[in-house]
């Protein structure tokens, strides 16, 4: 089965202003990857979420990437910032 991958804006500051949607996608998210793990927890456990969360950004690691690709294989997954262009 092929996993599912959600891209889901979130608030820059007020927790708030998260849509209802998009706390749903959340929390039902088994992994999330984010730019930045330190402002993401505190939004997952505002949402009552606990997904996996992974840091992914531009200097992530190629093992990381390949990482994120195998739960794609079976996982919903749900990046919470912007998607970058990954140059090699």
Known sequence: MAGTL???ATPLGNLGDLSPRAAD???Q???VA???TRHTKPLLVHVG???DL???HAHSTDRTLERLL????GERMSPSSPTRERQR
Request: glycine residues 4%; without cysteine; hydrophobic residues 55%.
């Open 49 to 51: 979420s606990r997904a």
């Open 34 to 36: 984010a730019e930045d």
């Open 25 to 27: 996608t959340l929390k």
């Open 70 to 73: 195998r739960l794609l294989g």
């Open 29 to 31: 998210a088994a992994v």
């Open 6 to 8: 959600y891209v889901v």
């Open 54 to 56: 992974v840091s992914f």
